[in-house]
């Protein structure tokens, strides 16, 4: 049964890119049509378009306004968003390995009381999850996954970290992330992964695309350890189990 | 092969290009010159392409050395007293350093950033294409940091081609330009007339990430946590404080506050030059109008290598230059009437 999709709103991002929005929220549908959209603009590949940036709920554009200018590239966005989302499109399946709690997962023991259960059951929701990259973004690498839990959602932290390890696996809100940069969060730390989701001198430097499925896989920290050297000479560690 | 030896240098001061567009959607943000008029100035005075990598130098002052034989490059941007072995070189004009010789440039007046152009270009491993530092990645050539002394950038040896200048439109302190949005209607009409009606200033604590602006605080309609979507260079983000941030170079690729408008890109370079400090305004412009600056920017920059002149030889009036100049970012020194050339029968040729 065709529906008619509700066209996205065309939000000016200055003279040389346009933000797409199709939600103001964290919305599972809005994300399909954000990456779904990604993938037309790509195929269809308008002069002028330099880049494009998916987030949760919105795509933002960048264009070359000596190119193509505002009203032109809107018709033809709102055009190719017009289009069928595919309802299963051939996606990449990763499973990511997690050293959860200690050192590691600084947070895991406040995480479970907060939620009146215990570490080990914390982690089992988490390994449980089966998610999407529904962005990257901040900084290289920082992977953005939707499909955490119910029964793990928490708000952030009251006070960011400053500093927090790279290959932190964290959740906040309704997400669960993979950081791959040393940076500031404020969410609670649950573990690390050795995979390196930005890596230079890496083919591919980027390993994790928006859309990308992954589900997460607990080690402990001897193979951790193993794995974040050989990361460091390159493999990725994570392993690719589809397609 | 030559080099330029780093004796001194402030901070703020880091190698930068046309930047690394292209991986915006992995996070990675492209970086490059904050002002990319002044950039591609300096390049196009000794024979470069536009955006090739440069010395960003920030507001204090540097000395440079030659070394392994002579160096030629350009100064551009924000202006500072520039001199090679004591004698003078004016903004906006090439000179050539012999072997050993020390290029010495003063605190930035009026501005915040210069540009060091070497001709031939800095030696360095480009990733994405691009030398520019990005410290929080990790990413830049040769130091993927800002600059320190002892630092040593790798370039050719200078061709002994004759010195130029480059006549750049003269400078504005005219309002800042903006279009509104993405999400100015997370803001009521009188809050967006008070970004428009208000002074603001730039406040010490900005970098390359972002401008903290101070004025008046600017209230939200629905309290300042959006959900993240894209950024963009000049985006005005307005977070809890009510403190707008214009988002620079090495800005986040996403956010989670509202931006209530986006600086055009036209005036990009200008702002990124507004010492902290000063007060300045912004104008709301409309879309169809910021798009006709862009495409005049994109125009300018095009046709850089045709405002390149010779040097007169007459003899430089120091004084007058800065009593003419005290504001502006783009000395012009042609106007004023006092041109020189420094003596360059000590600069070196090829060697």
Not at chain 1, 14 to 25: C, L, P, Q
Not at chain 1, 81 to 94: D, G
Not at chain 2, 221 to 232: E, M
Request: with cysteine; charged share 20%.
């Amino acid at each position: 049964m065709a529906t008619t999709l509700s066209p996205p709103r065309l939000l000016p991002s200055g003279d040389s890119a346009i933000t797409v929005e199709f939600s103001r929220n964290i919305d599972d549908a809005a994300n399909r049509r954000v990456l779904a959209l990604d993938r037309e603009l790509a195929a269809e590949r308008i002069a002028g378009v330099t880049e494009t940036v998916p987030t949760y709920r919105s795509l933002l554009v960048h264009y070359d306004p000596v190119q193509i200018d505002f009203d032109k590239l809107g018709e033809k966005i709102l055009a190719l968003a017009q289009r069928p989302v595919p309802a299963t499109t051939k996606t990449r399946r990763w499973r990511i390995p997690v050293v959860y709690g200690g050192e590691h997962g600084i947070d895991l023991e406040d995480v479970a009381k907060t939620l009146n259960t215990t570490p080990d059951e914390v982690v089992a929701r988490h390994v449980a999850g089966d998610y999407r990259v529904a962005m990257i973004g901040f900084t290289p690498g920082w992977s953005y996954l939707s499909g955490l839990a119910d029964s793990l959602h928490m708000p952030r932290r009251q006070n960011p970290r400053l500093l927090t390890p790279a290959g932190t696996i964290s959740i906040g809100g309704v997400q669960t992330g993979v950081q791959c940069l040393a940076g500031p969060s404020g969410w609670h730390l649950l573990g690390r992964t050795a995979v390196r989701t930005y890596q230079l001198h890496r083919d591919p430097i980027f390993l994790l695309e928006p859309g990308d499925n992954v589900t997460f896989t607990a080690v402990d920290a001897k193979t951790f350890a193993e794995q974040d050297r050989a990361a460091e000479a390159g493999e990725f560690v994570a392993e690719q189990i589809a397609p | 092969m030559s080099k330029l030896v780093i004796a001194s240098i402030g901070p703020a001061s880091s190698v930068q290009d046309g930047g690394r567009p292209g991986a915006q959607r992995y996070g990675l943000v492209p970086s490059g010159a904050m002002d990319r008029l002044a950039l591609a100035a300096a390049n196009t005075l000794v024979g470069n392409e536009p955006f090739a990598a440069a010395v960003e130098v920030g507001p204090f002052g540097a000395k440079f050395t030659a070394r392994g034989g002579a160096v030629r490059v350009a100064v551009t941007g924000a202006a500072r007293n520039a001199d090679i072995a004591g004698r003078t070189v004016a903004p906006d004009t090439s000179a050539t350093l012999a072997d050993g010789e020390t290029l010495t440039l003063g605190f930035a007046r009026g501005g915040s950033f210069s540009y060091l152009a070497i001709e031939g270009g800095i030696a360095g491993e480009p990733t994405f294409g691009s030398l520019a530092v990005n410290a929080r990645a990790g990413l830049g050539s040769p130091y993927p940091r800002p600059l320190q002394a002892g630092d040593e950038l790798q370039t050719k040896a200078a061709s002994g081609a004759p010195e130029r200048r480059i006549e750049l439109p003269a400078a504005t302190d005219a309002p800042i330009r903006v279009v509104w949005g993405p999400q100015d209607d997370e803001f009521a009409d009188e809050t967006k007339q008070l970004l428009i009606d208000s002074e603001w200033k730039i406040s010490a604590t900005s970098d390359r990430m972002g401008y903290r602006l101070e004025g008046p605080v600017l209230k939200h309609l629905h309290g300042h946590n959006i959900v993240s979507d894209g950024t963009v260079n000049g985006s005005i983000q307005v977070p809890g404080n009510g403190q707008p941030i214009v988002l620079m170079p090495d800005r986040g690729t996403s956010g989670g506050y509202p931006k209530i408008a986006t600086v055009i890109s036209a005036d990009l370079g200008r702002l990124a030059q507004i010492p902290a400090g000063r007060p300045f305004r912004f104008r709301a412009v409309s879309m169809a109008e910021a798009q006709v600056e862009a495409r005049k920017f994109a125009e300018l920059l095009r046709t850089l290598p045709e405002r390149l002149r010779a040097i007169e030889n007459v003899d430089l009036n120091i004084d007058a230059l800065h009593d003419a100049n005290v504001a502006g970012h783009a000395v012009n020194a042609v106007d004023a009437g006092t041109w020189h050339a420094a003596s360059l029968a000590d600069a070196a040729g090829p060697d």
